[in-house]
């Protein structure tokens, strides 16, 4: 590869930088970047680089041990892959050009992402690659993306709603933002939290919002996470314990074939909830589950309601 | 010689001690072990070492007020459910 052009990143607080060819445009390519965009940034401090190359022969001979084929954005065509000193992340295609490939560390730091700029997809595949390492880099400096709808209240305090896929995260937020008074929605899929060592727990805006454009570079403090349920009734619990790790647990991103990683994601997820309200509201997609879950957040303010 | 899983890591979340162990497989069959207080005590003083029966009632004798007899069935019945929830190293 000839000349590469550096592009630096900053989400949540964790500088990024993405290397590729001078002529991509990745303003063009990266819409959602670019609230997060760095300019004149120390290349010193990136916490991980990934670099897109074009046009070189990839690796050849085995692709490691085979470790997951799940992903609901890439359905089939989706491999991570084990291997003795990296991970490897592919996108299968059946056209062998539009095939892409992520080599990278075990601690993702470093990534050499195989691709091909032609290809319409490429913004695409980059911000989702770049998710991925996201997501496991930022365990090692006690971020977590995380899998839920958020919104902010009075842009000085945030709650999370946790859930399978379909159970009606965007649906709750969206009751939020109808009937309870001074909220907007900070992220609708991807935010990523954050405990500082003083015990203060963030939630931030990310470049990642499923299919809601919400792209803010913005922080608030977290108040609470809460885990949703369809039922034919609404309904608030309370989580406490080994009940609140479990309640969020299965909504944050880290793999488990890395120990390393998987273990400084339980211990920060550990401090997290033992420092913001944990509860589960078993609801109807209806106002008064958004009055109902508002009022155990922050409690029943006279003045609260419209 | 019986140890401990070194992998796991012991934390308090609130009151509870708790251990998670990230399933290995295709499909996340991650598990939570809950401990209470003495296995918690007893996983921290069991680290590294073979455990066995006299050991465990051993440690149990001069933790707690307790008759060997007991502090031995105990024993035993601690090292069943660390078998059965596979806490041991293979």
Not at chain 1, 27 to 54: H, Y
Not at chain 1, 254 to 270: E, G, P
Not at chain 2, 45 to 56: H, Q
Request: charged share 25%.
């Amino acid at each position: 590869m000839g000349t590469v052009k550096s592009h630096f990143y900053e989400v949540a607080g964790l500088q990024f930088e993405l290397r590729c060819d001078p002529e991509l445009d990745t303003d063009m390519l990266l819409p959602s970047f670019t609230g997060f965009r760095k300019r004149n940034a120390d290349s010193e401090i990136s916490v991980a680089v990934v670099t897109l190359t074009e046009g070189e022969i990839r690796e050849d001979g085995e692709m490691g041990i085979l470790r997951s084929d799940i992903s609901l954005v890439w359905g089939d065509n989706f491999r991570f892959y084990e291997r003795e000193n990296t991970f490897a992340t592919q996108i299968k295609h059946h056209v062998r050009e539009r095939e892409w490939l992520m080599v990278s560390t075990r601690d993702f730091k470093e990534s050499v992402i195989y691709g091909n700029a032609s290809d319409p997809r490429t913004g695409e595949l980059l911000s989702w690659l770049l998710m991925v390492v996201f997501g496991q880099v930022g365990l090692q400096y006690q971020r977590i993306l995380i899998h839920a709808s958020v919104i902010a209240h009075r842009e000085k305090e945030g709650v999370a709603f946790l859930g399978k896929s379909g159970t009606g995260k965007s649906t709750h937020s969206r009751l939020w933002l109808q009937h309870v008074p001074e909220t907007e929605l900070l992220n609708d899929d991807n935010p990523a939290i954050r405990i500082e060592d003083n015990g203060r727990v963030f939630i931030y805006g990310t470049p990642w919002s499923g299919k809601t454009p919400c792209y803010k570079n913005k922080k608030v403090e977290l108040k609470a996470f809460v885990r949703l349920e369809q039922a034919p009734y609404n309904k608030f619990t309370k989580q406490e314990n080994i009940h609140s790790l479990i309640a969020v647990l299965p909504s944050c991103t880290a793999i488990r074939w890395n120990k390393v990683l998987f273990q400084a994601m339980t211990d920060t997820l550990s401090r997290i909830v033992d420092n913001v309200m944990v509860g589960k509201l078993e609801c109807l997609p209806d106002a008064e589950a958004a009055y109902l879950s508002s009022a155990a957040v922050f409690g029943n303010q006279s003045t609260f309601f419209e | 010689m019986r140890t401990l899983r070194q992998d796991l890591v012991l934390r308090k979340v609130g009151d509870d001690y708790i251990m998670v162990d990230p399933g290995q497989g295709m499909v996340d069959l991650s598990k939570v072990h809950t401990l209470n207080e003495t296995a918690a005590w007893l996983w921290e003083n069991l680290a590294g070492k073979d455990v066995t029966v006299e050991r465990v009632a051993d440690l149990l004798c001069e933790h707690y007020e307790v008759m060997p007899e007991k502090a031995t069935s105990d024993a035993i019945a601690l090292i069943q459910e660390f078998e059965a929830a596979g806490l041991f190293a293979t």
